[in-house]
């Protein structure tokens, strides 16, 4: 019998309990060469892969997370912000937060290093970028050379 895609995502939630999405929380139980293995909503584990974790984690820590997907075979991918475009709306707010405490610019684009963007506001490159997509078509910003600035009165993008 073939699972439609509504029916395979209930039949996951009902054999895992958690459906993809879902807020919950993590404690980080041990690191693997793949990422870190983390005990979601103290019932079960799952992992956070290392290449989509921007932040330092520390074994016994607890943090906020999200089902990524639940698998096939049980198994569960989490990951640290908000999946698909909620992520983007999020980081845009930080960004935003972030240029008001900061004067109204940051020394920070699409150019930096994907380290310092992480440092920065615990994302990839690329959510960054598409955070900073997203302003800029909304003309909430504007693109510097060296960085990103809250527009001044009477400027134009």
Avoid: W
């Amino acid at each position: 019998m073939v699972l439609t895609e509504h029916k395979k995502g209930r039949a996951q939630k009902k054999q895992t309990g958690f459906h993809e999405g879902q807020k919950v929380a993590l404690l980080i139980s041990d690191r693997t060469e793949m990422g870190f293995i983390a005990v979601i909503n103290g019932t079960q584990k799952g992992i956070l892969y290392k290449n989509e974790v921007f932040q330092p984690l520390k074994i016994g820590q607890e943090i906020d997370g999200f089902i990524k997907k639940v698998r096939e075979d049980k198994k569960i991918d989490l990951c640290l912000q908000k999946p698909g475009y909620n992520a983007i709306n999020a980081l845009s707010r930080k960004i935003m937060n972030k240029l008001e405490q900061q004067g109204g610019f940051i020394a920070v684009t699409d150019k930096c290093r994907p380290k310092v963007i992480a440092d920065l506001f615990g994302v990839s490159k690329k959510t960054f970028k598409k955070a900073v997509g997203n302003l800029y078509k909304k003309r909430l910003i504007t693109l510097e050379k060296d960085g990103i600035r809250l527009p001044t009165d009477g400027a134009s993008n």
